[in-house]
């Protein structure tokens, strides 16, 4: 159980356009799920917490105009990346809350490489 | 965003021999830590987990040890093998909320000698 799931895996596009990345939770609501990102043998950087039916809440100097998040049901979270530029380029990846035993634990994607030409 | 640390530090060991890998943490009010295993290309995995009021925690082949004096947190690995090798992430944050967030550390890459 607690699998979360990211669509697509990899997407390249060019640069000026906008691409939507998904993070699916499969088996369980997720009231809460969290975007990061993560750039070649860095650490992940949390991007946003994004919670269901309200706007996300952005960490410092992620512009939120430019990742625009959308938590449309307790399933589902996207993560727009609108007019990408080269520097986008990044392995975005996202998790999601899920209360078990009286606590919240969170679960992982498999991310989405993003390449932006 | 928060974030910790730019570059990955790297550790080499035999395959066969314990590895240790150690993190440094910065939040004293987190209630809760975590091991990750990062495989090249693929999300975190979760290894095992100690809550604030242990100091050390065992699982199959994994052990973590929780120093809250000095902020330390080690993940311990017996017998070593290849499949180890991948980026182990330390992790904290709280658990009373949904919103707790996740806050990694800089990451250790452990490269196993066959």
């Known amino acids: 159980g607690a699998v979360v799931s990211q669509h697509p895996s990899r997407v390249i596009c060019k640069s000026g356009t906008s691409v939507k990345i998904e993070c699916r939770s499969l088996d369980f609501q997720a009231t809460t799920m969290f975007w990061y990102r993560q750039f070649p043998k860095q650490s992940l950087m949390l991007m946003a917490t994004?919670?269901?039916?309200?706007?996300?809440?952005?960490e410092q100097g992620v512009e939120k105009d430019k990742f625009l998040i959308n938590h449309a049901s307790l399933t589902l979270s996207t993560l727009t990346v609108t007019s990408a530029h080269p520097e986008d380029s990044s392995f975005y990846i996202c998790?999601?809350?899920?209360?078990?035993?009286?606590?919240?634990?969170?679960?992982f994607g498999p991310g989405t490489r993003l390449t932006v030409t | 965003g928060e974030s910790v640390g730019l570059h990955l530090p790297t550790l080499s060991v035999q395959e066969g021999d314990n590895s240790i890998i150690n993190c440094a943490y910065s939040n004293s009010a987190s209630d809760y830590f975590i091991w990750y295993k990062q495989e090249s290309g693929k999300g975190p995995q979760f290894i095992i987990d100690i809550r604030s009021n242990m100091d050390k925690r065992q699982g199959q082949r994994v052990t973590v040890l929780l120093n809250k004096t000095v902020k330390h947190l080690s993940l311990q690995i017996a017998a070593t093998q290849p499949g180890d090798s991948a980026v182990y992430f330390c992790?904290?944050?709280?658990?009373?909320?949904?919103?707790?967030?996740?806050?990694f550390g800089p990451g250790t890459s452990l490269s196993v000698i066959p």
């Open positions: 994004s919670n269901e039916g309200s706007k996300a809440t952005y």
């Open positions: 998790s999601a809350s899920h209360r078990g035993s009286g606590l919240y634990e969170q679960y």
């Open positions: 992790a904290e944050r709280g658990m009373k909320t949904s919103y707790d967030k996740v806050i």
